[in-house]
């Protein structure tokens, strides 16, 4: 993935943020409105403010530049352990599962809440975080889940078909399958807040276990809870459900 820039290597705040493994494009708004972005020590005034490689950005007080090599890592997160990287007091945060230097800053495609587990990227590639994320994108994820009783044939139609209200947002499911008596998977394309919990309650159901499996046409596999490992350009491909590589 490349980042474009001008003919004078310059380019804008956002793309810089996102080469830098910071955040992703979107995210680089609310990092400059917060005021915890500087450019040679003035704070920045917006995420298309024009910046060049002379100069030096901040976020927090700490330098920050556009990586020269990507990482793009599984992680099977165990329950029990957040996906944010800003609560100060979370004990037990899932990045700090990934012991790589310092100066790679990683951030995860997307969250599993506390109480769930299973397959999670992290990667300090921005445009792959902001793919992997934005809805337009239709990435999809599979859910193995446990709840307290079976769903209805008319629930499980309503979550395929029409959709539950929670929230104020419609929730569908793109596939619902019984796997066994209280046992389903269920495959989604958005990834809205505990979304499989939120569509299982509002059908009456209590969600017990929830274990992410696969995103795109990446598995979970073998992978123990708590472990991790490096993603090869051909899996890299297979989360973005992209096997022509052309988003490479």
Known sequence: METQSGNDGSMNLSKYLSASGVCSRRGAAELVVS???????????????????????????????????YVYIMLHKPRGYVCTMEDPHAKKKAVDLIPLSREVRIVSAGRLDKDSEGLILFSNDGSF?????HPRYEVRKIYRVSTDGDLSPEAVRCLMHEGVRSGGDLLKAERVERLAPGKYEFTLHEGKNREVRRMLEACGRETRRLKRVAVGGLRLGG???????????DEVRLALGDPSGSHL
């Open 223 to 233: 992978l123990p809870p708590g472990a991790w490992r490096f993603l090869s350009t």
């Open 129 to 133: 975080i902001a793919r992997m994320t």
């Open 35 to 69: 005021g915890v972005v500087s450019v040679n020590g003035t704070p920045a005034r917006s995420p298309a403010e024009r910046v060049a490689q002379k100069d030096r950005v901040t976020v927090r007080g700490k330098v920050v530049s556009p990586v020269r090599e």
